[in-house]
Structures are given as C-alpha cells and as structure tokens.
C-alpha cells in the first residue's frame, strides 16, 4: 500500500476573537492519495476553507490557535517555518479560489502574474518563464494563449479567469491541487467546463486534488472520497458513489435532498435543511448537528458521535449515534 | 485618450473663465480699497487720483450691459484677446505676469521639496504601521501624525524659528534657513538649500501625516484582498506580496491626492511662504490682498487655478496608466 500523499490527523484550528473561541476546525482528519481526488463539502461556515487555508500555512494569524498533523510527503507542515512552508505553497501544494476577479490582481497582465507564479519557485530567466506561461494557458484550453498572455485580468470572461488561476496552480507542477469552491462564482454551463477542465488535468499530470464545495453536484463526476463536514468536523467520509447511493449521515441526507433531481417528477419540492448553521463559538452539545436533526434522541445531545465505519464497509465512516438499522431505514424511506 | 484631453483642455478654458469672472466680482464689485489711490499713491492730490482713476478706465461701470465699454470689458479684452493680466497698482506699474514670473521658481522649488519630504516619510511610515497593526509603532507613529495633522502651519513655522532660527533661535543648526537668497537655487545652492530645509519640513509635516494615515488604511483593507490571497498561495516571498501586491494598489488612490495637492501648493503656499519669507506665488498674493492690489490677486487666483485644473488632468491621466481598468 502506497503512503498518502497528504494526511490530516486530529487538526484544531481555534480563533481567539473577542467574542471568544471560534472553533472553526475541530479534530479533522483525512488521507489523500497520490493523484487521488477528494471532495470536502460542507455549508459555509462548517470550516472547510479554514482547513484547507490552514494547509498552506494562510491561517497563520497572531489570534489562531492551531493543532494537530498536516503531513505533506511525510513533513510535518504545521511545524515547518514560515519559508519552509512559502517553498510548500504554489509548488508542492497549489490552490485555486472561489472568485477569480477578485483573486487575480487587477493591475498586471496575467501573463506577468504566471511568470511570477514559475520564478516563485526556481531559477528560470524571464523568457523561459513566459514560454512556459504560454504553454500553460494553452495546457487550460485558453485560445490564442500567445496573445492573451499579455491581456489583463479583467479583459477575461469568468471561466477564462478561472482557467488562468488553475494555469497558475499548475506553474510548478503541485503534487496537490486544493480547489476553493473552484465553480461556485461561475455561470452553470461554464462550472462543468471548468470541472472538465480539473478532471482532464488530474489524469494528465497525475495531481492529487482537494475540491472544498458545499455543492454535492459538482463533486459528483470529479472525486474519488467524499469528506462531509459540518460546524467544524467531519460528519461522514466514504467513497463518492456511497455517498450518493447509501448515506448515513441525516445531515447528507438533507444535503442530497436539497439538490434537484431529474428521475422525479418535475414539480417535486426541494427539502432544505431546516435551521441555521450553528454558532462556532457555542457548539451545540453532544452532536452538534442535534438541533437541526428530525431523528434527535436524548442521549445525542449529550454524548459526542465518534467517526465510526459503518458495519459491512470499513471505508465508510460516519459519526451519527442512531443504530445503523435505524439509519438505512430511515433513509430508504427518505429516498 | 486624445480626444478625452482635447475635451478636458477645452474645459479648463471655461472653468478659468469662471473663476476669473469670480475673482473679478468678488474685488471689483464688493467694495475694497480704491486702486486708483493706490495707484497715484498714499499721499496723491484728489485731482491727481482722478486723472489715474480715468487712465485705468477706473471711472467707467464696473459691469455694463449688453457688451459695452466697462471694466470688466476692458478686464476680459485683455484677458483673452492679449493674455494679459494687466499690471500691478503698486509696484511700479510691474505687468503682473511678469511678478508672477518671477515668484514663480521659489514656489515650485518650496513645493517640490516638500511633496519629496511627505513621500519620503509618509510611505514607510504607512507601510510598517499597516504591516505591524497595534503594535507599539504603530501606536506611536500614528498618534504623531494626529498631532502633525492638528499644528497648523503657522504655528509650526513660528515654532521652527523660534528653536532654530540664527539669531533668535535656541538651537540654531541650520544657518541662513530664515532668508531666501538673492538668485535662489542658480545664485547660492547650498545657502539655497539651507534656507528651504525648515520650509520644506514645515510644510510637509501635515501631508506627511495625512499620507502616513492614508497609505495605512489602504494597505490594510489591500491586505485583505483575494489576491493578496493568492499572492502568498502561489508562494511569494512575504516582502514581494507586501509590495509588489498589496503597495502597489495601496498607492494608487494616494498618486490622484497628491496630484491635487501638488497643484494647490503651486498655487502658492500662503503661510509657509509668508512665515519663512520665500518670495514666492503665496506670498506674492498676500502682499497684494494687504496692497488691495487687485489686478495682482487676479493673477494669483487665475495662477493658482490653473495649476489645479492642470495637475487634475495629470492626475486622471496617469491613473490610466495606473490602473488599467481605467480608459478614457
């Protein structure tokens, strides 16, 4: 069995604000493989970008409470230094962000903002970095890369924008691709070229990828494990199509049946999840997903759900304190 | 970009019409001082100012209409058909142009050092302050620029030259700085240097503090930004995000202020130029408001909206070049 490539164990990332602590991770732990592809989903403020930030080192603030392991072919990166890590960041690891206006810098060219990107991380003259810029645009499908490269962010529709970001994610060939809902400032059509586009890249250059989403749509056809996250933890982690096919989480569930579906009758109503997210700074006890879930009994309010396997597939975890029969009973009802 | 200042060069035409049509309301029509007496001097017999007063067109409407021969006429004939701003009641007869002209050097030269001096110590202030937020530093320095933003020039001249000044200073380091010499920079540079150094720092102890303030905040909300975000993501080192992302579009909005301010200072700095007696624009257009020398403030008032209205137009053009989201 192959090492992982990335493995999380037990990581806490805590903000001391002056409201108090926001436990905005709290004992997240996953693999990823060599060229394996994961999906994190998760309602905003369930702490999924926080962790991935926390990857990278970009959560290091003066207020920020961090624990755990983060390790990244075998090195520890929670422990490594600031330059350490900047040496990790855009080269062994990359990241792609929601918004890419607002995430390419509006005064220069993007073909200024690659080359930046390649010399970041090696000694490559000027001109060798923009060959390579060039031959990257074109590696995302940008048309007439060679002439393009010298345009600017803003002259770029949304998708080509992204295209761009990704360009510059790849500049130094990453081992790991970290996609910060990647799709969701996208027009529809646009989001599945762009998850194309990810998924063409992953088999081509054999990168792991980390898509953070809180859409289960648009991780359906691009990973290989799902990580579900709520308030900060993980709630249930299996394979894609296990997900799909037999969740166990109640809150999968409503997340699975808040998406459209088109083998049911069109005017079929959607069912959101009901209630807010909860507060990261007075987690809800026991469970935390207890005051939103219509199966809560008492004893979830006060015991903590571990991330156990589920009887029959030990890949499939899942911390929910209902019996595994009730669960598969309650969901086929559900579905 | 050619016709956008080929429009914006038209509009500075009418807007100096209007300003002069202002100042010349506001001195001819308001009541002030008599420039014939002025002219004819202090001490002139009556029928001797009325002779001046006829020769000046003094005598005529200040404003006739339709367009017939008055003052303002006469005043606008020669404004725009000759350039000319006529000549000065008291020195001489002078052309005032040509006072302007001469005041003109020491003004620039005032304003130039200490749009340098502000720059010089207003961007690293604001960049580590921003960088080391709610530090001790930054308390420091910003609570500094609170009181350089509140000591009003006047007062810190007087301030200045009563601890540095040559003869009546307590700590009199820089010689000669309470004198503009004769022939200014091309006479004596090192006296003329001397004698700038207070100024400048006078002067610019306010903008300094102003920019200090402003370059912070902006490069702290920058900071912030995505991209700044993915700056660091791709693996900068820390000091090319600081600068290369975050100053960078942090100093942006800063170059259209300065742009105004350098224009408003080229109009003349009244106080400073006063205080520290530089014969310059400023203090050419205080002797002539205490003068009641009304052609002269024209001038002054029309010089200094001119430099206004020409250093906007910079301003907006190289913000094209600045931002290139921006196009005329």
Redesign the interface.
């Known amino acids: 069995m192959t090492e992982p490539l990335l493995s999380v164990r037990d990581l806490r990332v805590h903000f001391h604000t002056d409201d108090g602590v926001v436990k905005a991770v709290d004992g997240v732990s996953y693999d990823v493989m060599p060229g394996g592809a994961l999906g994190v989903v998760g309602e905003s403020g369930s702490g999924k970008s926080v962790a991935s930030l926390t990857l990278?080192g970009?959560t290091r603030f003066e207020n920020a409470e961090i624990s755990g392991q983060v390790l990244f072919e075998g090195r520890d990166l929670l422990q490594a230094s600031?330059e350490e890590l900047?040496?990790?960041?855009?080269?062994g690891i990359?990241?792609i962000?929601q918004?890419p206006l607002?995430?390419?810098?509006?005064?220069y060219k993007v073909g200024a903002q690659l080359v930046?990107?390649i010399r970041?991380?090696g000694d490559v003259t000027k001109r060798a970095a923009r060959v390579r810029a060039t031959e990257l645009l074109a590696l995302v499908d940008i048309p007439d890369p060679a002439r393009r490269i010298d345009a600017?962010p803003?002259e770029f529709s949304g998708g080509m924008r992204q295209r761009v970001?990704i360009a510059?994610a790849l500049?130094n060939d990453p081992r790991l691709l970290i996609a910060d809902e990647p799709t969701t400032a996208l027009d529809v059509t646009v989001q599945a070229q762009i998850l194309a586009l990810i998924r063409r890249l992953q088999d081509e250059l054999d990168t792991a990828v980390v898509i953070i989403t809180h859409d289960l749509g648009v991780i359906a056809e691009t990973v290989d494990d799902v990580a579900v996250m709520y308030a900060g933890r993980i709630v249930e982690r299996a394979a894609v199509k296990q997900i799909f096919a037999a969740p166990e989480h109640p809150y999968t569930w409503g997340l699975l049946r808040s998406i459209p579906r088109l083998d049911l009758p069109r005017d079929a109503s959607l069912v959101p999840i009901p209630g807010r997210p909860p507060s990261l700074i007075n987690l809800p006890g026991g469970c935390a997903f207890h005051p939103r879930c219509p199966y809560v009994r008492d004893r979830h309010r006060q015991v903590e759900p571990p991330l156990d396997p589920v009887p029959d597939d030990p890949h499939h975890r899942v911390a929910c304190l209902l019996e595994p029969q009730t669960r598969r009973k309650l969901w086929s009802e559900l579905r | 970009m050619l016709a956008y200042i080929v429009r914006r060069l038209l509009w500075m035409i009418v807007l100096l019409l209007a300003v002069s049509l202002i100042t010349f309301l506001i001195f001819y029509v308001l009541p002030s001082g008599d420039p014939a007496r002025a002219r004819a001097g202090d001490r002139a017999p009556p029928a001797r100012v009325e002779a001046v007063r006829r020769q000046l067109g003094l005598d005529k409407p200040k404003v006739a209409f339709p367009w017939k021969d008055s003052q303002i006429r006469r005043y606008y004939d020669k404004l725009v058909l000759h350039q000319d701003l006529g000549t000065s009641y008291r020195s001489n007869n002078a052309p005032v142009w040509e006072l302007i002209k001469v005041r003109l050097p020491a003004t620039i030269q005032l304003a130039l050092g200490a749009v340098v001096v502000w720059l010089l110590v207003a961007i690293p202030v604001g960049i580590l302050s921003a960088l080391k937020r709610r530090s001790l530093l930054d308390r420091a320095t910003m609570g500094l620029t609170l009181i350089a933003i509140s000591a009003p020039v006047y007062w810190l001249g007087l301030v200045m030259l009563y601890l540095f000044d040559e003869t009546l200073g307590r700590f009199p380091l820089v010689p000669g700085f309470d004198s503009y010499p004769d022939g200014g920079l091309t006479g004596d540079p090192a006296a003329w240097f001397e004698s700038m150094l207070l100024p400048w720092i006078v002067l610019a102890a306010s903008f300094a503090a102003i920019y200090a303030r402003l370059l912070r905040s902006n490069l702290l909300e920058v900071m912030d930004?995505?991209?700044v975000?993915?700056?660091?993501?791709?693996?900068?080192?820390?000091r090319?995000v600081v600068v290369?992302?975050g100053v960078?579009?942090a100093v942006?909005p800063i170059v259209t202020i300065l742009g105004i301010d350098l224009g408003v200072l080229l109009g003349g700095a009244v106080l400073t130029e006063t205080v520290f007696n530089i014969p310059g624009i400023g203090r050419l257009a205080y002797d002539s408001i205490v003068a009641e020398d009304l052609n002269t403030i024209q001038g002054t008032v029309l010089f200094a909206a001119f430099f206004i209205i020409v250093l906007n137009l910079l301003v907006d053009i190289a913000y094209s070049f600045?931002?290139?989201?921006v196009r005329y």
Do not use: Q
């Open positions: 990278m970009l600031n900047r040496r990790v960041r855009g080269n990359a990241m962000f918004d607002s995430s390419l810098h509006p005064f930046e990107a970041a991380h600017y803003h970001m510059m500049a | 930004e995505d991209y975000r993915t700056a660091r993501a791709k693996g900068l080192r820390e090319d290369k992302h960078r579009s942006t600045l931002d290139p989201r």
